[in-house]
């Protein structure tokens, strides 16, 4: 069965499509096999949280805006699921803010990075970063550091969705400011946030979009305001607190 070949009505449309594109995704070398495991694992979080947005998380799309459009260079960090699952959200949202792309690859090859970048081209990408590997995030073994100098390297405003927690620790020592989208509000990388979204990353980044095209003409003070009103803690105690309290009976209404 195809993407286009899964009914839309079928109750489960949404994950179904998800996992055909994380799986066309490996079958054309541009998703890692532990990319499998991760969606596996953000699948689970995704159920016990309704498959919904939540309030909380929507404000933290909001600040994640507010972030990106005050920002001097902010990059968005695409690794294989990104690049699988969202590949023209992601493309929509760097030229909202005008960001840069960067393909970044826990599991790093140049193979990969280059079939990653094809894939975002013909998403409508004009220039994708992570290839020349000139930079390195300090703290990391070589490998799992490389950037690009005039990308991540020198970004004040990271995007990543689904980092794995040593790279997220690393780019805060940084000092970057670190936006992370990731399902599982106890996670490390999350954790490390300026703003975390707890949310799958196929709702939440045409989400930041939709905010950042609200916010487009809005002047320094309000963006400001709304970075500062945000509350990271909050937002992470929130996600918790409606995957502990939620009731599998809600599954049914979402
Ligand atoms: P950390 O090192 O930060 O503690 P982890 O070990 O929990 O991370 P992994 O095992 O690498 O993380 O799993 C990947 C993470 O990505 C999980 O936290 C999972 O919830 C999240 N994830 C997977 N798919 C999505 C998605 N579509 N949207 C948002 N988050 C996702």
């Not at 805060?172 to 703003?195: C, F, Q, W, Y």
């Not at 929130?238 to 009976?249: L, T």
């Amino acid at each position: 069965m195809t993407e286009t070949e899964v009914s839309e009505d079928h109750p489960r449309y949404a994950s179904l499509v998800t996992r055909h594109r994380i799986e066309a995704g490996v079958e054309e070398g541009i998703t890692s096999k532990q990319g499998l495991i991760a969606q596996g694992r953000g699948e689970a979080f995704d159920y016990l949280l309704g498959e919904r947005t939540l309030p909380s998380a929507d404000r933290a799309a909001r600040a994640a805006a507010a972030t990106l459009l005050a920002a001097e260079h902010p990059v968005i960090s695409v690794n294989g699921n990104v690049a699988a699952l969202a590949p023209t959200e992601t493309v929509e949202l760097a030229e909202t803010v005008d960001a840069d792309i960067e393909v970044n690859l826990f599991n790093h090859t140049a193979e990969r990075v280059g079939r990653i970048a094809d894939h975002l081209r013909e998403h409508g990408a004009d220039e994708v970063k992570g290839l020349t590997g000139d930079g390195e995030i300090p703290g990391l073994s070589h490998a799992r550091g490389v950037v690009d100098a005039d990308g991540i390297e020198s970004a004040d405003v990271v995007v990543v969705p689904l980092e794995d927690g040593d790279r997220a620790a690393a780019l805060d020592s940084m000092g970057k400011t670190e936006i992370v989208i990731d399902l599982n509000p106890g996670s490390r990388s999350p954790r490390t946030a300026d703003v975390p979204i707890i949310d799958n990353l196929i709702r939440a980044v045409p989400n930041i979009t939709d905010h950042a095209r609200d916010l487009a003409d809005a002047p320094p003070e309000e963006l400001r305001e709304i970075v500062d009103a945000f509350d990271a803690d909050e937002a992470l105690a929130a996600a918790e607190a409606a995957i502990r309290d939620g009731s599998f009976a809600a599954q049914d209404e979402t």
